[in-house]
């Protein structure tokens, strides 16, 4: 582990107004929709990368740092099986979602890429990663949902109990339907940044908007609730033997990683990225201090200097 480099800010797009959300299409595996927006390549030469968003997310968790890295990377984020607009899944777990990222990278037959994800997207990137290096070339974690087994460092402590109930799930959607949109995305947004004043209003009205989608959507409470015992599982099983822990498939990965954490993050122990660094052999760590679990969305300039300090470290010749 060694410590991440940031390129100059000025190698970056300047600041410019906030984009919309990147173009989306509908790409079917095995009878099943996957949602993509692809953030095309801005300049010649740009290589293929995926992006992969956390529990409770989407593809748009990554417009803003998308956009800045698009004269280096041919863009494309999905949503997840049973969010944002994807179809949902008979299994949420991190095989089963990784079994689903790796069928889409072999459909978009692109070569290896450079894959990013953030929480669970991160923790399903490190299966990835692990089990077919072949489909990946560089691996960024921010924040990853990697193991930790103490309750009291994640917000998500006072749900875990309803995972115990057989009908966990529907408790889960009437404690949503009892707030208002605008309710819940001040609560998803108190959780995920250090400083909630670095949201835009535009990226607030994306939010509501999103939250409202999933009124509509009937399968949103069983994947959320689905995909978070899928986690809590892969935490239990990562300190016991066997091929299946998510520490032992870190240790594992043999791609150049950077890994980056916030230390203001309220749903990942802040401890993880550091020790995710040590785990995975190739890798760079970058510690944010007033950030919290989503660093793309809070800081993606920063974010994005660290891509570039990747790419940049692992092309300079070595002395």
């Given at each position: 582990?060694?410590?991440?480099?940031?390129?100059?800010?000025?190698?970056?797009?300047?600041?410019?107004?906030?984009?919309?959300?990147?173009?989306?299409?509908?790409?079917?595996?095995?009878?099943?929709?996957?949602?993509?927006?692809?953030?095309?390549?801005?300049?010649?030469?740009?290589?293929?990368?995926?992006?992969?968003?956390?529990?409770?997310?989407?593809?748009?968790?990554?417009?803003?740092?998308?956009?800045?890295?698009?004269?280096?990377?041919?863009?494309?984020?999905?949503?997840?099986?049973?969010?944002?607009?994807?179809?949902?899944?008979?299994?949420?777990?991190?095989?089963?979602?990784?079994?689903?990222?790796?069928?889409?990278?072999?459909?978009?037959?692109?070569?290896?890429?450079?894959?990013?994800?953030?929480?669970?997207?991160?923790?399903?990137?490190?299966?990835?990663?692990?089990?077919?290096?072949?489909?990946?070339?560089?691996?960024?974690?921010?924040?990853?949902?990697?193991?930790?087994?103490?309750?009291?460092?994640?917000?998500?402590?006072?749900?875990?109990?309803?995972?115990?109930?057989?009908?966990?799930?529907?408790?889960?959607?009437?404690?949503?339907?009892?707030?208002?949109?605008?309710?819940?995305?001040?609560?998803?947004?108190?959780?995920?940044?250090?400083?909630?004043?670095?949201?835009?209003?535009?990226?607030?009205?994306?939010?509501?908007?999103?939250?409202?989608?999933?009124?509509?959507?009937?399968?949103?409470?069983?994947?959320?609730?689905?995909?978070?015992r899928g986690l809590v599982s892969s935490f239990l099983r990562a300190y016991l033997p066997g091929v299946n822990s998510q520490w032992r498939l870190a240790a594992r990965v043999s791609v150049p990683t950077l890994v980056i954490g916030g230390?203001?993050?309220?749903?990942?122990?802040?401890?993880?990225?550091?020790?995710?660094?040590?785990?995975?052999?190739?890798?760079?760590?970058?510690?944010?201090?007033?950030?919290?679990?989503?660093?793309?969305?809070?800081?993606?300039?920063?974010?994005?200097?660290?891509?570039?300090?990747?790419?940049?470290?692992?092309?300079?010749?070595?002395?």
């Open positions: 582990m060694k410590g991440a480099q940031l390129a100059a800010d000025d190698l970056l797009p300047p600041d410019g107004s906030v984009p919309p959300p990147w173009p989306a299409r509908r790409v079917v595996l095995d009878g099943a929709m996957l949602h993509v927006r692809d953030t095309p390549a801005t300049a010649p030469g740009a290589e293929p990368a995926v992006y992969v968003h956390g529990l409770g997310g989407s593809s748009q968790n990554w417009t803003d740092v998308a956009g800045l890295l698009a004269d280096r990377f041919d863009g494309q984020a999905v949503d997840l099986p049973g969010f944002g607009y994807s179809d949902p899944s008979r299994r949420y777990s991190i095989p089963a979602f990784a079994e689903r990222l790796i069928g889409y990278l072999e459909h978009s037959g692109r070569g290896p890429v450079h894959l990013v994800g953030n929480s669970l997207g991160g923790s399903i990137s490190v299966r990835v990663a692990a089990l077919r290096p072949d489909l990946v070339r560089t691996l960024t974690l921010i924040s990853p949902a990697m193991p930790f087994l103490d309750p009291r460092r994640t917000a998500q402590g006072r749900i875990l109990p309803l995972l115990a109930l057989p009908r966990a799930d529907r408790l889960f959607a009437w404690g949503i339907a009892r707030m208002t949109a605008e309710e819940q995305a001040e609560q998803v947004l108190l959780a995920c940044f250090g400083d909630t004043r670095k949201v835009s209003a535009q990226r607030r009205a994306e939010a509501i908007e999103e939250i409202r989608l999933r009124y509509t959507v009937e399968h949103y409470p069983k994947a959320y609730m689905g995909t978070l230390l203001r993050d309220s749903l990942v122990d802040p401890r993880v990225p550091a020790q995710v660094a040590r785990v995975i052999p190739d890798s760079r760590l970058l510690v944010l201090p007033g950030v919290g679990h989503v660093a793309q969305m809070e800081v993606p300039r920063l974010v994005a200097r660290a891509v570039v300090g990747l790419l940049t470290d692992i092309t300079s010749p070595v002395a």
